[in-house]
């Protein structure tokens, strides 16, 4: 539908930036902080940057939160690293992890930014992963117990909360990015068991949150995409269906509605790979319930109905965002409409406000961008980034959020990734994606000095007319 005029971001929309703790800190090991699946198992390839140093945010995070007051953040969505609140995952608390956190949050709330908190982004204690990680259902009791002691300790202070990032991208693509520890080569039914696990975790988490902190609000944080067909093939949407809820909606409808989506579910009974589910599972699933749906979108995918047969499958591997293809259930197609960037994304600002019309269709709960972003290999040049092409990538994304609030959708916050430079998942510092740059290399440390690119005026005026020109 087309607007002569278009609803204004709402007062108070949260116009922030995002980051994760293992991708920005560094600090690996410093301050009683004990070892994560990341630092474990994600090794990296020769002239690739590793995660110990990061972009040093855990030594200079109040450098940086200065610059984000500066940026004119109203929300800073960033994750605490469980390694360093409980460094062997459910033993004793790390008072110097919890002092880190307190330092950030004031730090945060003393410029008038609100925290939006991630409890695990990725990066599982290696203890527990020693111990089976996510197959053991131990763990689920070691996440809410964490759950409980960051409410207690942070909850006067964080209103929002997400519970887990990307755990469907963890179940799809956790060997590519590294978050399986040692069960990096499990089988689809355990990691489906794993998943479960999550699902009930990240339930007891949202009970618990609504039973200490009744002010407080919290949603999980999936990777959704809208699905197209391939064509108007009655086949091909089927299969964009059948994926879109493999993919997206299980995720969802479990951590809203308590229950797996039928599609997902008949996928995985079909497959041989549904999980068990222990006695009082179903009620635990549908105790806890979220306040809003946070999300990441970079893409969307395009599939068609499976020709049954290896070309089903696309060979690109090792990244997220693909579209991979499964003999028998879908076909990855690349979307000719679509541009892609650098690193083979597609680009869809339009899938965008796609995506937020159906989420809000079908569950009815505000939502917040919790990552959004244009990855490129940016240049200092005499002191300065040019990235104009960030800048595009924004403004065509936030039009699209303006237009879905034109269209009735109750979105409340942005919170592009990322706020600042950090290590990507694959592709080290070389594929940037902040409003701040770092000063540093693959291998070589380089002085960290943090330089405004011009992407961080551009988005200060941006928030400081509260979205009315995108410039
Ligand atoms: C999301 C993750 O999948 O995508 C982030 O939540 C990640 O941790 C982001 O960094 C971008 O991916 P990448 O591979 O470009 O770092």
Redesign the pocket.
């Known amino acids: 539908m087309h607007y002569e005029q278009l609803l204004p971001f709402p007062d108070g929309f949260l116009w922030g930036a995002s980051t994760?703790a293992y991708?920005v800190e560094g600090a690996w090991n410093e301050d009683g902080k004990g070892p994560s699946v990341i630092d474990t198992h994600m090794h990296r390839p020769d002239g690739v940057a590793d995660f110990t140093v990061a972009a040093d945010h855990y030594h200079r995070y109040a450098e940086d939160v200065a610059l984000f007051a500066e940026l004119g953040l109203r929300a800073y969505r960033f994750s605490i690293a469980w390694t360093r609140i409980v460094p062997d995952g459910d033993g004793e608390i790390n008072p110097a992890g919890l002092a880190f956190y307190h330092r950030l949050i004031d730090e945060l709330r003393a410029k008038g930014i609100e925290p939006v908190v991630t409890l695990y982004?990725?990066d599982l204690p290696a203890a527990l992963d020693d111990r089976g990680g996510w197959s053991n259902r131990e763990t689920i009791d070691a996440f809410a117990r964490y759950a409980r002691i960051l409410f207690e300790e942070f909850g006067g202070k964080v209103r929002y909360w997400l519970t887990i990032?990307?755990q469907n991208?963890m179940v799809l693509h956790g060997k590519a990015?590294g978050t399986t520890g040692r069960s990096g080569d499990a089988d689809q039914r355990t990691v489906y068991q794993q998943n479960h696990h999550m699902f009930v975790a990240q339930a007891r988490a949202m009970a618990l949150c609504h039973e200490l902190l009744p002010d407080a609000k919290i949603g999980p944080a999936p990777?959704i995409v809208s699905v197209y067909p391939a064509t108007c093939a009655p086949e091909d949407v089927i299969a964009a269906d059948d994926w879109d809820a493999i993919r997206n909606l299980m995720y969802l409808d479990v951590a809203v509605r308590g229950v797996y989506h039928p599609l997902a579910w008949a996928y995985l009974v079909e497959r041989g790979i549904a999980p068990e589910l222990a006695d009082g599972d179903l009620e635990l699933l549908s105790s806890g319930k979220p306040d809003f749906i946070a999300f990441?979108y970079?893409s969307t995918q395009t599939v068609g109905a499976s020709r049954g047969d290896a070309s089903d499958i696309q060979t690109r591997g090792g990244?997220?965002?693909i579209v991979r293809g499964e003999v028998g259930l879908y076909r990855a197609v690349k979307n000719e409409h679509l541009p892609t960037n650098a690193?083979g994304?597609e680009i869809d600002p339009v899938g965008f406000r796609t995506t937020m019309r159906r989420l809000w269709d079908r569950y009815w709960l505000p939502l917040i961008i919790t990552?959004n972003?244009l990855?490129a290999v940016d240049e200092l040049v005499d002191g300065r980034v040019r990235d104009d092409y960030r800048i595009d990538y924004l403004r065509r994304h936030i039009e699209q959020i303006r237009l879905a609030i034109s269209d009735g959708v109750d979105v409340f916050g942005y919170c592009p990734?990322?706020a600042i430079d950090?290590?990507?998942?694959?592709?080290g510092i070389s594929?940037r994606?902040g409003f701040i740059h770092v000063d540093r290399g693959e291998t070589e440390p380089g002085s960290l000095a943090r330089t405004r690119k011009d992407s961080f005026h551009w988005y200060q005026r941006v928030i400081a007319c509260n979205g009315a020109d995108l410039g």
């Open positions: 994760s991708q982004h990725f990032n990307e991208m990015i990777n990441n970079y990244d997220q965002q690193f994304w990552e972003g990855g990734w990322t950090l290590i990507s998942t694959h592709q594929k994606y």
